[in-house]
């Protein structure tokens, strides 16, 4: 009897591990080609959106339209691959939103460029990126209610930030790809050849995800919720909730107000950082990446951290309290970057500060979105809410920045974005409930 429950228990634990990786790998591969794509902005610039293959300010404005265009499909396929996943299960659905990233991210990085096959070449490029968002929308509800829905009771923060936390691996493996090709390659050779190597490396990441993903298991909360729609009787003490579309649309406009903080001030920091310290302060690209890989640290550190935290104290402790850190030294961390009389250390410890607080927001929003939908809905809900979210504050980021920079020719618009959208976050946070992480996910 004790070997066959401890079997049984060394079985769940398997199923959870594998749930972690399997979700996780996806949010890897997606990151890290977005952050490649933020990293290489101003050769992406030159090469596809320039006919004299300058990277000015113009072109460096089409590259982040394209950009922000990605973003506004992820909606879209939240929308399309969330009902998908709530219909059919979150497995296959997951196995076909990593086809479309991986495959799209391989084909960026042997097109063609401007000088040979002109106004082609960024019409190619938006294509791909559009595909990227459709996948990339349909990755995050997927990934997190696998993570979620496979969690331990008491551990749904802890699980939920790993998505979190891939995501800083893959913006790291994204900022340290791109910082050894800027060492080991002259500035002519990154800008001909050099900037495509990321790209072409989803292909073997893809594969090793493919696997990964083929042998996850359905989740248990589907498993549930399917069998007693199929058979209302089965278990009638728990009853599958179906909120209406009114209900439903609140919910994601609230989860949209509760994210947009992160979402601006991951972006900000963590990835249109590298491009606004050369375009603006005059850093090098080598110098750019450094920054990113710091703050990009700082960001990892703290997820896990922060997310096992709110397991404890709660979602809304945690993360209103690291937006309220972004909100008050965003500005003061800005202007330490800017100030030239600054050591390299300061600057070093100010870039890995503001990784950090945006970390203790990243690691229990997972969760927090999660617990903010029923079984049937989840992997619809929770995609829009971060999808939208993001689509207009992560992906208009580097554009909105960009734009008002030349406009105003003001330094420190970065963290006046920053600071509106973690006003507004702070106030949708503290809406939640302080004891919302010790119920049981709902069915």
Known sequence: MGITVQTRNDGVQLKR?????????????????FGVYGFFATIIASNFFSADGSGDLESL???????????????????????LGDRIGRRPTLVIVLLLMSGAT???????TYESVGILAPLLLTVLRILQGLSAGGEFGGAVSVMTEFAPPGRRGLYGSWQ?????????????????????????QLSDWGWRIPFLLALPMGLVALWLRLRLEETPSFERSRAVQSEPTADAAAPVVQPTVGE????????????????????????????????????????????????NAGFAVTIPIAGGLSDRIGRRVVMLTGTLIILVLALPLLNVLQNEQTSLTAKGFAVF??????????GPGPAMLSEMFPTSVRYTGLGLAYSLSNAVFSGCAGLIITWLIKETSNLDIPAYFVM???AVSAIALSTLRGNAHKRALVD
């Open 353 to 362: 500060a503001a990784g950090a607080a945006v970390g203790l927001v990243a």
């Open 106 to 112: 391989t084909l960026i990085g042997v097109l063609p």
């Open 420 to 422: 509106a959208t973690c």
């Open 248 to 295: 439903t649309a609140r919910a994601i406009l609230l989860g949209i107000g509760r994210l947009m903080g992160w979402s601006a001030a991951g972006y900000t920091f963590l990835v249109v950082m590298p491009t606004y310290l050369q375009s603006s302060l005059n850093a090098t690209f080598h110098q750019a990446l450094v920054a990113s890989v710091l703050a």
């Open 164 to 188: 979190s936390f891939t995501v800083a691996l893959g913006l790291l493996a994204g900022a340290g790809i791109a910082a050894l090709l800027a060492t080991v390659l002259d500035p002519s």
């Open 17 to 33: 591990r594998r749930a972690l990786v399997a979700g996780s790998v996806g949010n890897f591969i997606e990151w890290y080609e």
């Open 61 to 83: 404005i089409k590259t982040y339209a394209s950009f922000a265009l990605a973003f506004f499909f992820r909606p879209v396929g939240a929308a399309l691959f969330g009902r």
